[in-house]
């Protein structure tokens, strides 16, 4: 079961919305963040296969994803699964189509 993607506690600041879209900048990051979106919660090993990159690359990327809170890591066992920030997501598209 997928653990619940974190809530933005107030509105994104123009700052760490900035963030957001930084993080999102590259195809590789849009890529993973369409998977998650699509597929729901994906291990590593699965979203490197599928992309078709190393592992090392992937948690490169998965690294800038995750300091700008677009996902998580969720522990099951021996696999990480990279769980998609929906809410945050949707809050940084709003705050500019509001």
Known sequence: MAAPAPQPSAPLTAEHRAKVFKALADPCRVRIVEMLAHQGD?????LAE???VSAALLSHHG???EGAGLISKRKDGPHAYCVLNRELLAEAIRGLVD
Do not use: S
């Open 42 to 46: 994906l291990c590593g090993n699965q």
């Open 50 to 52: 599928a992309m078709g």
């Open 63 to 65: 690294k800038v994803l």
